[in-house]
């Protein structure tokens, strides 16, 4: 059995014998003649690593350590001798009985308590006494861990301790597959030695054997190593210079360097691995694409073929923009107080300073400064008078530049505005100017004044330190004199007003009136000045009776040569404001004291003024106060909704007596037709159907008065549409929906009269009607069972409706209308039999009460005549089936109840034609119309003829109206 493999670690026990034929040899130090050396093994399947470290074989033995050897010596004539030897021990010396066959037995004890056995027979000669030696030998160890350090030329070779060797030898080649045999051999060397006299960047491999007594180990696993240059210094000085966007990096060159490395990074703390690199960099290079305002950190590191360095001490900087040029061109604006400033802008400017002073020689440092400046800028509270001095630079995130180069200017007050608004009054031998004062400051003001137009500040007589209000006095009565004012103050004196023209006289005719005594006539009538007039045989010429006080109408055909008392001019316009210059047009020579100015428009206010003519200068006097007239449209067509038989009777109207003819067949409508309207243009008439949920749509035929549904009618509504309406412009329609309980909305194509759908609002409970008032600005609500008015502001551009506050009203109001006027507006309550009385906010539209006044019984409509002085309610159920009559407080609102007038059975709706001379009533009960003539003094209702048959419940009556 063998005990020691030749493997690394093994452990060899040497013993001395005679005769054993292995190994003779000489021992003169301890006087031995000869001894045999054997070599016992280690049982097989065991080895050892380095330093008597046990490896297991295919076996499960756990990590152990020879710690010593146990030698057991053993024969039949022989005592045994034991002997522990230790592993560190070289050599033990036994004394062994000579004699044949001795038995040699090794334990090897471990630091785990395990232990290897075996034994070998040795044949030793007979009688003799012999030596033992016990040796640990390193034959076969190799050492372990070796590495290999390149340097500069060379390599440090390192490796473990091998247990009893003496020293080792190190073998090495630029090839791999190093040998005893085949390699550069260097004796004597120990661990942490050199091998020096190598060649830099070549490869060297290397391996490592221990030596002894007992001779030389098995080499060692191979290692390489490239001997290289040693890596550079670090580079120092390192300094960084902010730039544009970029920063230069500066440092001192490290010895032995062959390039350099640069790394970077917006946090400080920048190592090689954490940080922007920039390989190849050059002192006084530039790091571009930085941002500018963001700060960055640097260390630059030296390379070579030695590696590279450690880096250098941390540097910052801030890349910024440049700073700018000097502003260039700079000025200087005066003004009131102030100075506005102007420049060229200067490239890469993000702001500009202003600097200045009263003195020359401004600079950033004794200037005033104004900082985010821009061109054109205003320096205000500067003293009119005082000269400014003033330099601008311009600044970004680099810095501020130079300054620019002087300017200077002294503030003055602006010459103020023209005065507007200038009038001119004539009065006795005098005429007073006043106008707006313009914006700004004025001192004073002038007038300049002439005979003929065309006045200017160098023609006119001029009037200095004028007020407005103020007369110029002196003037010729009669002459028509013209003016222009300036505004003055230390600026300077404005530009003149645009001329006005007055003539100065007397006091002109009082009491001007005018008014429409019959349709397309505006009568205008004043109070006569100087002597009375009288009628004779209805004459129009007019003769100066002699020596009388008295003008007298006779018969004849004279021409008179003077009228010995005033003639009258009147002059009028469709604008307010009328004077003699700017009329559209004028009557000359009036005598007596009225005109009737016919084949005016209808439905169009005419504004008047009245001068008189001295009789004995022939001067013209002043103007009359203005008066206003307006003639309406005559009544033309009626058109009745009849709710049972779902159709529309149309009728003619006699201009003069009010009196309705039927034109032709009722035209069918949709199914329940409850209201009908008829747009201002006269050309659209539209019908609420309450049980078919929508709205017939009809052209009028201006001539005929025929209705012929339009294309695409009927148009759908809400549930239960109870009323419509049509705006003032006749742009918009509105349906009050009764069960849906909201407004339908529409707009209306002002070519074909269609119906296009705007959506649809909230209105209360069981909405009855709707109505908008005569400005189109705002629509109101009659919430039928809320028992409320609901107001809604109307967006005259679009149509759509936004609800306002609601206001109490009666018991179920039916009925809403506003007058004429659109300061009030009058509701009929159904069930409370009264009507509400409310003014309007002109403004907002916001109604507020003003009480209620009883009605008949069961009030269902309410109307007011086109001059707001009559309204007129339909009471429905009332025993006598009445029309109630009230005159209007044309300054409260208020209601005046009036004598009631009977009409047909169930008086359902009431209407006033446009020219405030009929009223008109639709009976449900016995299903005709009533015709009224009404007093245009007293509102009075009077019946004209009889009852005129409609359709079957008649419940809704619109008149069309023409212009005469």
């Known amino acids: 059995m063998k005990w020691l493999k030749g ?88 004394d062994v009985p000579a004699g044949l066959m001795r038995t040699f037995a090794i334990t090897a004890v471990t630091n785990a308590g395990l232990t290897f056995t075996g034994s070998q027979t040795v044949d030793l000669a007979a009688g003799a006494s012999v030596d033992v030696i016990v040796s640990v030998g390193v034959n076969g160890l190799a050492p372990t861990a070796v590495t290999a350090t390149a340097g500069s030329g060379q390599v440090t070779l390192a490796w473990d301790a091998v247990v009893g060797a003496a020293s080792y030898n190190v073998y090495y080649g630029t090839s791999s597959g190093v040998t005893a045999a085949n390699g550069t051999k260097t004796a004597g060397v120990a661990s942490g030695s050199a091998i020096t006299g190598l060649t830099n960047g070549t490869t060297y491999y290397f391996v490592v054997t221990a030596v002894n007594a007992s001779g030389e180990s098995a080499i060692s696993s191979e290692v390489s190593a490239t001997p290289q240059v040693p890596p550079p210094g670090i580079p120092t000085g390192v300094g960084a210079t902010a730039g544009n966007a970029q920063v230069t ?20 703390g920048v190592t090689t691995g954490t940080g922007t690199k920039v390989t190849g960099a050059t002192s006084g290079g530039a790091i571009t694409g930085l941002t500018n305002g963001k700060a960055y950190y640097f260390i630059v590191t030296a390379v070579n073929a030695g590696g590279e360095s450690a880096a250098s001490s941390e540097v910052s900087a801030t890349p910024q923009v440049p700073v700018p040029g000097a502003p260039a061109s700079p000025a200087a604006t005066a003004g009131n107080g102030q100075a506005t400033i102007t420049w060229a802008a200067s490239s890469g400017a993000a702001s500009y300073n202003i ?18 400046a821009t061109s054109g800028y205003v320096i205000t509270g500067l003293t009119n008078g005082t000269v400014y001095y003033f330099i601008v630079t311009a600044v970004s995130a680099g810095g501020e530049s130079a300054a620019s180069s002087e300017v200077s200017v002294t503030p003055q007050p602006p010459i103020p505005a023209v005065p507007t608004g200038v009038t001119a009054t004539g009065g ?37 330190g004028a007020v407005s209000g103020g007369s110029i006095t002196g003037l010729t009565n009669g002459t028509t004199y ?168 149309v009728y003619s109207i006699n201009s003069s007596t009010g009196a309705l003819t039927a034109v ?45 549904a339009v294309s695409g009618s009927p148009f759908a509504a809400g549930t239960s549409p109870h009323s419509v309406t049509v705006d003032p412009t006749g742009k918009f329609a509105y349906a009050a929906n009764q069960t849906t309980n909201d407004i339908s909305m529409f707009t209306i194509n002002q070519t074909t009269g269609a119906l296009t759908p705007i959506g649809s609002i909230a209105a209360g409970t069981s909405p009855q009607s709707v109505v908008v008032d005569p400005t189109g600005k705002f629509a109101y609500v009659a919430g039928g069972s809320a028992g409320n008015i609901l107001p809604y502001t109307i967006n005259q551009t679009t149509g759509a409706l936004t609800a306002g506050t ?97 009409a047909g059975t169930g008086p359902q709706a009431v209407t006033v034609d446009p020219s405030g001379k009929f009223a008109y009533v639709a009976n449900v009960g016995s299903s005709d119309m009533s015709v009224f003539s009404i007093n245009q003094s007293t509102g009075a209702l009077t019946a004209v003829g009889t009852p005129v048959a409609a359709g079957t419940s008649p419940y809704s009556i619109s008149i069309m109206g023409a212009a005469q």
Request: some cysteine; aromatic content about 10%; overall charge neutral.
């Open 7 to 94: 493997i690394a670690g093994f452990v060899a026990i040497l013993m001395m014998a005679a005769g054993c034929g292995v190994v003779s040899d000489t021992d003169n130090a301890k006087g031995r003649v000869s001894h045999s050396r054997v070599t016992l093994e280690l049982p097989s399947g065991v080895s050892l690593k380095p330093n008597g470290q046990l490896l297991s074989v295919g076996k499960n033995l756990p990590a152990a350590k020879i710690t010593s050897i146990d030698l057991t010596i053993s024969a039949a004539n022989m005592t045994t001798i034991k002997q522990n030897v230790p592993l560190t021990t070289l050599e033990t010396t036994l």
């Open 249 to 268: 990096i500066n440092w001192t060159a490290a010895t032995g360097a062959t390039s350099y490395n640069i790394y970077y990074g917006t946090a400080t």
């Open 355 to 372: 600097y200045y002073r009263t003195a020359a020689g401004v600079t950033s440092a004794n200037g005033t400064k104004v900082a985010g």
């Open 428 to 464: 006795n031998t005098q005429v007073t100017v006043s106008w707006t004062a313009p914006a700004g400051t004025v001192t004073s003001y002038n007038v300049y004044y002439g005979t003929a137009t065309g006045v200017t500040t160098g023609t006119g007589t001029k009037v200095t």
């Open 482 to 649: 013209y003016f222009i004012v300036t505004a003055v103050n230390g600026g300077g004196e404005s530009a003149a007003s645009a001329e006005i023209a007055s003539r100065p006289g007397l006091p002109g005719p009082t009491g001007v009136t005018a008014s429409s005594p019959v349709f397309g006539t505006i009568k205008v009538s004043w109070t006569s000045m100087g002597v009375t007039t009288t009628n004779i045989s209805g004459s129009t010429t007019v003769y100066n009776v002699s020596g009388s006080s008295t003008a007298v109408y006779i018969s004849g055909t004279a021409t008179p040569t003077s009228y010995g008392s005033y003639r009258y001019t009147i002059y009028w316009s469709t604008t307010s404001g009328v004077t003699p210059f700017n009329a559209a047009g004028s009557f000359t020579d009036i005598y007596p004291s009225f005109k009737e100015h016919t084949g005016v428009t209808a439905a169009t206010t005419y504004y008047y003024v009245v001068t008189a003519i001295d009789p004995t200068s022939g001067f013209e006097s002043l103007p009359s106060a203005e008066a206003s007239g307006m003639t309406g449209k005559i009544p033309k067509f009626a058109y009745v909704a009849n709710q049972a038989s779902n159709n529309v009777s």
């Open 664 to 708: 032709g067949s009722p035209v069918a409508a949709g199914t329940g037709s409850y209201s009908i309207a008829i747009d201002p243009s006269g050309k659209f008439a539209y019908v609420a159907n309450q049980t078919s949920n929508d709205i017939s749509a009809y052209t009028i035929n201006a001539v005929t008065g025929v209705l012929t």
């Open 806 to 902: 609601s206001v109490a009203a009666g018991t179920s109001p039916m009925s809403v209308t506003v007058d004429p006027t659109g300061k009030f507006a009058y509701v009929a309550n159904f069930s409370s039999n009264n009507v509400s009385m409310y003014t309007i906010n002109q403004a907002t539209g916001a109604l507020t009460p003003i009480g209620s006044i009883a009605a008949g019984t069961y009030p269902n409509s309410v109307a007011v005549d086109p001059s707001g002085k009559f309204a007129y309610v339909a009471n429905q159920y009332s025993t006598v089936s009445q029309v109630s009559v009230y005159t209007i407080n044309q300054s409260t609102g208020a209601l005046t109840a009036g004598t009631p007038v009977a």
